[in-house]
């Protein structure tokens, strides 16, 4: 995985509620476990027609906006639990999704495939999405080790939580397995000293 440590990008502003993941990759594109390739398909029945035409109104395809956060209205990544949707954003190049609140299960999804889901307050979101508006050029900065996000235009910022053991893992760049493999000595040490216990018992 990627490392994590600061990151400033302009955003992609998705202005929309209780956006599920059946829109952020619909089912029939879940016929494989290979991850690469689903960012093809992110929001595809928003982002294009039925004879394969972009639908110039949606966000996607407003060259206007770009980066690697996606910010969106409150409870994203409702209803199934599928993967495959933080596979969709994590391929599409999103390294951010902030909403006012994320489905749990879409959460942890994403916290396991190297995309960070800030959750923030709705007003904050609200003053990314006006200055956005404003000026699609505007920057955010995440700064993970700080925990707090700000708006570089006019410096508002918040703080966000996450979870300690995530954290450091994207800080580091690791998977659950990575993170393992980063204590193996310590693991083996221990196993050594179990060991000596069973043998005096």
């Given at each position: ?16 509620e ?8 619909p089912a ?13 398909n992110l ?8 004879d ?29 639990s599928?993967e495959?949707?933080?596979w969709a ?14 489905a749990?299960i879409?959460?942890?999804n ?9 959750q923030?307050?709705e007003?904050?979101?609200e ?13 955010i900065?995440?700064?993970?080790p ?48 179990v ?7």
């Amino acid at each position: 995985m990627e490392k994590f440590n600061v990151l400033t990008t302009t955003c992609v502003p998705l202005n929309v509620e209780s956006v599920d993941t059946d829109q952020i990759i619909p089912a029939r594109f879940l016929k494989t476990t290979n991850r690469a390739g689903f960012g093809a398909n992110l929001f595809r029945d928003w982002r294009y027609n039925a004879d394969g035409s972009p639908v110039l109104s949606f966000v996607l395809n407003n060259k206007a906006y770009g980066g690697q956060a996606l910010v969106a209205g409150k409870n994203f990544g409702c209803g199934s639990s599928r993967e495959h949707a933080a596979w969709a954003i994590a391929d599409y190049g999103f390294r951010v999704v902030i909403s006012p609140l994320f489905a749990d299960i879409f959460k942890g999804n994403a916290l396991n495939n190297g995309v960070l889901p800030l959750q923030v307050s709705e007003a904050f979101v609200e003053a990314i999405f006006a200055e956005v508006a404003k000026n699609p050029d505007t920057t955010i900065t995440v700064d993970l080790p700080a925990q707090k996000v700000a708006i570089n235009t006019t410096g508002q910022n918040e703080r966000f939580d996450i979870n300690s053991y995530k954290k450091h893992c994207f800080i580091n760049g690791y998977d659950d397995i990575d993170y393992l493999l980063s204590i193996k000595e310590k693991i083996e040490a221990y196993e050594r000293i179990v060991n000596v216990g069973r043998k005096i018992m």
